[in-house]
């Protein structure tokens, strides 16, 4: 198991953490991180991503073709239904 230590950065302390916990959990400089302490433990995982509605509809460049009329070919009423 890796360890690392406690360093002071202005009115805070930070660690600095092994490539290899970076690489295992996927994270770059600059990511963010949600901290816990639960049980006596401090316990790190990647942020959850946020997005906005205009970020996620970004690259959307409309519904594409025309829709398929479902209907056409299928012929006339059969029956009493109405068509």
Same mark, same amino acid.
Request: hydrophobic share 35%.
């Given at each position: 198991m890796p360890t690392s230590t406690l360093t002071k950065w202005g009115n805070s302390q930070g660690i600095i953490l092994?490539? !290899?916990?970076?690489?295992? &959990?996927? &994270? !770059?400089?600059?990511?963010?991180?949600? &901290?816990?302490?639960?049980d006596g433990e401090l316990r790190m995982r990647p942020a959850?991503?946020? @997005?906005?509605?205009?970020? $996620? $509809?970004?690259? @959307?460049?409309g519904p594409g073709p025309e829709p398929v009329d479902y209907w056409e070919g299928w012929g006339g009423p059969v029956g009493k239904e109405v068509w």
């Open positions: 092994p490539k !290899s916990i970076c690489e295992a &959990l996927g &994270l !770059s400089c600059g990511d963010k991180v949600d &901290l816990e302490v639960a959850r991503k946020s @997005y906005t509605i205009q970020a $996620l $509809l970004a690259d @959307y460049d």
